[in-house]
């Protein structure tokens, strides 16, 4: 038996290999002193065989199979193609080489009989994320069918006892439930073609006792599987399993003689509270998944013509909004569904990428100068892997779309979903967007994708990644938001290729409150695009004042999503103002560290970014509070020996406003030390639903 240790910043994983055996991750923790025993550590965690166990207890380790009697579910599930009736093969991997140095390790593992290799490869990277991929190569003569594709094998240290996981909904994405982790598991998938709203490519696992968190992600924009296994019969080592895949049902991949299956990755972290795992993610996120981060400039504030019009488009109306816009302070502007072929309402055009001359008579260009004119730039949304059966497209193309032959085609949103797998489909789009991009100074594109697939296209993610990635090489500086009616497309494969994502469609600030804070457990603001909405909101009806919803669409990549022509003069002034503050604000938003602020009553939510002794944190009231006076609103995140100048930043909200004990002390600011600021907090009025406060600090010379 061999132990090799990787360390990070502060963190240490330990396995131990057995070559032509077994292979566990046996230490997942915190960062272990130099010289550690890791003999003695092992044998600290070893336990001896009990009575209702095989002889030779098996050890599912990082490749769990059915072979010795454990009882979960197999990583690697082969069906061989010759016999495919007999059902799934028995498999005998065993490690037959690895290589380790200090922040990774790569183990060989290979059955012979069956002539299939997997390769694990863990690497420590930054933010002490551990990203972990799996690969299966054919190596012999059998064709096998893989159902599913592994990408992560987890054994979870035992200290997890809690469960948190992240199913929503259309406009409710990311709700959080946590739970405790019962024997009978968990398991989620997602059988829609991309991750949708399911949230089970996003999980959280934490010590109730210490408060400790350990979370996992699948970076693929496809269907997957998540389960965690508790080894219930106890005929294994009794911890749970966490493995992650890339399937969720669909017919297996093909693992033909010669197969060398694509890496899926996943991603873990592990850190002592949710706000250090949050930034763990973060960090990561910028240092290597967002394409070019350091790159990036300041996030412009948008706005976007969908709740503003609609498809009520002209061009007449679009330059209207677009002074409007501008007036405001906004920086980019979107031009949203409605735009091309004979698309006047969702039923009818998708695949159709032309500028709709019943719309623009004139073509785009004269509303891109006019943005232009206005110190706007200009964004458009595309929708490209769909096809509606009411469109030029569908009819010189019929086969293009995901379909059984001679079977119904059954539309979602009244639409189809194009093949993108087959080279003509990816050539069409390609050359469409290409066409549209070169012609028209577009510096931004909205990538929607409205409809579920099915029939299930096993292929369908590879063929996005690769119209993307090409259409990424030719314009390299168009930025791209993933949207799939909002939030059902993110994750960190299609973070690797786009800017921004749109966290939900609801634009409701109340909802936005749990969303945002629920998708920035693992994406930093700078991504999550934050849009003030109408009111009423179309989707909740909910009704809320402009202060309120402009101070919480500060935190993320802000926008508007409304139309400025039908607010009143003071609602106009109070985003302006808050447009204003976002923009002097969101260096320190959009680089700083992100912290969860705790508050006693449950309808307080708060948020904090920190960033070279500069702070601003957003707290906010949704309810009635059942007290006259809010608890204090304790800060995170500041040296506790340092001292800082608090103030309320302007506009204040107008209700809340006049109970403040001290506004002229307010308005000059206060002087606190951390210590201070993060132990007994700042009293604020926070008692009436639907109000908000910023708070900002500056650290000053010691
Ligand atoms: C989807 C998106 C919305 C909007 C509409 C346009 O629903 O999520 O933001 O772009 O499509 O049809």
Redesign the pocket.
């Known amino acids: 038996m061999a132990w090799v240790r990787l360390d990070g910043e502060a963190l240490t994983l330990v396995f131990a290999l057995e070559m032509g055996g077994a292979a566990d991750c046996i230490y997942l923790g915190g960062r272990l002193p130099e010289g550690e025993d890791l003999g003695a550590l092992a044998a600290a965690a070893a336990r001896g065989r009990h009575e209702s166990q095989p002889d030779a207890v098996p050890v599912p380790g990082l490749l769990p199979e059915r072979k010795a009697g454990w009882s979960g579910t197999p990583t690697v599930r082969l069906v061989d193609l010759d016999n495919p009736l007999a059902g799934e093969v028995t498999t005998d991997f065993r490690v037959r080489q690895w290589d380790a140095s200090e922040r990774e390790l790569w183990i060989d593992w290979q059955d012979e009989r069956l002539g299939i290799a997997v390769n694990l490869w863990w690497r420590i990277r930054s933010g002490d994320v551990v990203r972990v991929t799996c690969d299966a190569v054919n190596l012999g003569k059998k064709s096998f069918s893989l159902v599913d594709q592994p990408a992560l094998v987890l054994p979870i240290p035992r200290r997890f006892t809690g469960l948190t996981t992240y199913a929503g909904r259309w406009a409710g994405e990311m709700r959080e439930t946590h739970r405790t982790l019962a024997p009978e598991g968990f398991a989620a998938r997602s059988g829609t073609g991309k991750p949708g709203f399911g949230g089970g490519n996003w999980l959280m696992l934490d010590d109730p006792a210490s408060g400790e968190v350990l979370a996992a992600h699948l970076a693929w924009s496809g269907d997957y599987s998540a389960r965690i296994e508790c080894d219930l019969q106890g005929q294994g080592d009794g911890r749970a399993v966490l493995q992650m895949a890339l399937g969720g049902g669909a017919a297996g991949v093909s693992l033909n003689s010669g197969t060398d299956l694509d890496v899926a990755e996943a991603v873990f972290a592990l850190a002592p509270d949710r706000s250090a795992l949050g930034q763990a993610f973060h960090a990561h996120a910028r240092a290597e998944v967002l394409p070019d981060r350091a790159a990036w400039t300041p996030r412009k504030v948008h706005l976007n013509s969908?709740e503003a019009l609609g498809f009520n488009l002209s061009e007449p109306a679009l330059i209207a909004l677009a002074e409007d816009a501008a007036s405001l302070g906004i920086e980019r502007f979107v031009l949203?569904?409605g735009w091309f072929g004979g698309r006047r309402n969702?039923q009818t055009s998708l695949g159709d990428w032309f500028v709709s001359p019943d719309v623009f008579p004139n073509g785009l260009a004269p509303l891109i100068a006019r943005v232009h004119e206005l110190g706007m730039d200009f964004g458009l949304?595309v929708e490209p892997e769909m096809v509606s059966p009411e469109s030029d497209l569908y009819r010189a193309h019929p086969d293009w779309c995901l379909h059984t032959p001679g079977r119904e085609r059954p539309t979602m949103r009244g639409q189809l979903a194009l093949d993108m797998a087959r080279q003509e489909v990816r050539d069409y789009l390609f050359e469409r967007l290409d066409t549209l991009l070169r012609t028209h100074a577009i510096a931004y594109l909205?990538w929607?994708h409205?409809r579920d697939l099915f029939p299930s296209a096993p292929r369908q993610t590879e063929g996005f990644y690769a119209l993307l990635d090409r259409l990424r090489a030719a314009h390299p500086h168009v930025e791209i938001e993933s949207?799939s009616?909002?939030g059902g497309r993110i994750d960190f494969g299609v973070l690797s290729r786009v800017h921004r994502v749109?966290p939900s469609?609801n634009n409701d600030a109340i909802e936005r409150l749990r969303i945002i804070p629920a998708w920035s457990q693992f994406l930093p603001l700078e991504v999550l695009g934050s849009h003030v909405g109408p009111s009423p909101n179309p989707i909740t009806g909910r009704r809320l004042a402009m202060d309120f919803r402009a101070k919480v669409a500060m935190f993320g990549h802000m926008g508007v999503e409304a139309d400025p022509g039908r607010m009143t003069d003071k609602e106009r002034e109070t985003l302006a103002a808050h447009i204003a503050l976002y923009k002097g604000w969101r260096g320190v938003l959009h680089s700083g560290q992100l912290h969860r602020l705790a508050h006693p009553d449950p309808n307080v939510a708060g948020m904090m970014v920190t960033h070279e002794g500069t702070a601003l944190a957003l707290v906010a009231q949704t309810a009635f509070s059942p007290v006259f006076d809010a608890a204090p609103m304790r800060l995170s995140g500041l040296e506790p020996q340092a001292r800082y100048r608090v103030t309320l930043p302007q506009p204040w909200p107008p209700r809340a406003k006049h109970y403040l004990a001290n506004p002229d002390g307010w308005r000059a600011g206060l002087t606190l030390s951390g210590t201070a600021l993060m132990t007994q907090g700042l009293a604020l009025p926070l008692t009436h639903p639907e109000t908000a406060w910023l708070i900002a600090l500056e650290r000053l010379p010691q």
């Open positions: 969908w949203d569904d969702d949304w909205k929607d409205n949207c009616s909002g749109w469609d």
